[in-house]
């Protein structure tokens, strides 16, 4: 029986098999090279927005108008104290907040040297209890705050700690630090943030909010 004729049909067929699949192939590394170029030409893009031609075309958003002032929290190092160079270089006056004097004066004297605004400083140990925000609410009574930054934050000394073997007292401080302070920093701002302007009352709406849901709490719950 002659098999040519069925080794030559099944070499076709397999030669056209094989020119399918590296159809299908180079179809998907084009469409995987193109969503990589495009994915990189928008990245580009957004950096000479942002970098280039966010400042000359006055493309960023103008905070000044929400207020005159900038609170930010954990101001003396890292991301605080870009936040508050930042925002002082766009013309805002700052609220520097952090429990060192010494880094406080340092960073105000930097944002000073950087730009011609208002500086004013609030040392505060955020890993104290709720007693420490009276504080705060006195010295940022009468500012028209327009952004709050909470920046401030708290971590454990080694990242391979087991939950274990970190204090109790440890616990609580970071939990004072990281969350505490974020809750109670908003109550006492955000009601002057929502009027864009004009601390007026704003400040003590926002403690009495607080304290409202406190006794609700402490009465049961707050489903009483």
């Not at 960073?107 to 925000?133: A, C, L």
């Not at 002057?192 to 409202?212: A, C, F, I, L, Y």
Request: include cysteine; aromatic fraction near 8%.
């Amino acid at each position: 029986m002659d098999t040519a004729p069925a080794a030559a049909a099944a070499a076709a067929a397999a030669a056209g098999g094989v020119c399918v699949c590296t159809y299908v192939f180079a179809v998907i590394g084009v469409v995987c090279s193109a969503y990589v170029a495009l994915s990189c030409l928008r990245f580009v893009c957004r950096l000479v927005k942002v970098y280039a031609l966010s400042r000359p075309l006055h493309l960023y958003a103008d905070l000044s108008k929400m207020g005159s002032w900038a609170v930010v929290t954990g101001a003396t190092d890292g991301i605080g104290k870009q936040y508050a160079l930042q925002l002082a270089e766009q013309g805002l006056n700052i609220v520097l907040i952090g429990r060192s004097p010494e880094k406080l004066k340092a960073t105000e004297s930097e944002v000073r040297m950087r730009s011609n605004v208002q500086v004013k400083t609030v040392v505060v140990d955020y890993s104290g209890g709720r007693e420490i925000y009276d504080d705060v609410e006195r010295e940022l009574a009468g500012l028209e705050i327009g952004v709050l930054v909470n920046n401030v934050g708290m971590g454990y000394a080694w990242i391979f700690d087991e939950f274990l073997d970190v204090e109790r007292d440890v616990h609580l401080r970071m939990l004072n630090v990281n969350m505490m302070s974020c809750v109670a920093m908003t109550f006492i701002v955000l009601p002057q943030v929502s009027k864009g302007g004009g601390w007026g009352g704003g400040g003590m709406r926002g403690r009495g909010e607080w304290r409202r849901v406190e006794d609700r709490g402490r009465d049961g719950g707050m489903g009483k």
